[in-house]
């Protein structure tokens, strides 16, 4: 906050854009991570939206880490996406998980039935999981955070060179990114030290968005048809490359 409103400032271009403006140019891409059940021994459920500019910087826009059931997480899930305006989620199918993530699908219909704004779902790529979950994170997100392409929320006060003072906006889920940098923090290639829930709905999310630079401000497919014709169309041109260059 500053300069009678709300600004994003970027502490690594030094760039200022009003913050409605600088929001409605990303593409907002969403990722969910089940819990098996809120007991304390069970992992927390997470959700990470991100927001990918034009040049493919990656900002955590929210978080949300908490001991809910699926579907709790897949209610907050679409209640959150539809206060970011989320371009597109995707929810963790994994083993056990994949009931939940065709109830998510379901519910994202439902709510387009019904009248309501709901986020394309996207599928989350599962020949990734061949990998162990420490390694597909580092493989994903650790070229971004070396080369600092993902920007993470501030928490003080920053003054300017012309001496105006910018205040970070309170969110009632700063307690949430908290937990999201302590897992950043502490996660190796040997895994996180605790829970690792919301680093794996980052890697979820930056993995799905993709995450190139200069996406023109493609949105998602309208459809799960038109996806499908979309990959064709991808992989015809990649064979067509390849036989030219054969």
Known sequence: EGRDGEWMFDLSSGSLKPWKEWLESLRIVAAGDFTGGVSADCDPAALVFIGVDINGEV????VY???????ELIRKGYELSELWRADAIV????GVQNAWASVALDESRKLRDAGRYAPFVLDTHKRNYTQDKPT?????????FRNRHIRLLREADFTMADGTKLTPIPTPHRAYHNELKRQIDTCTDKGCSGHDDALDALEMAVRVSGRRGKWNAK?????????IIEEWREAATKKSQQEEAD
């Open 59 to 62: 900002f955590v826009l929210d």
């Open 65 to 71: 880490v908490r001991r809910v059931m699926p579907s």
């Open 91 to 94: 929810w963790e199918d994994y």
């Open 136 to 144: 597909r994170a580092m493989f994903t997100l650790e070229p971004l």
């Open 219 to 227: 949105k998602p497919p309208a459809d799960e048809g038109d996806r």
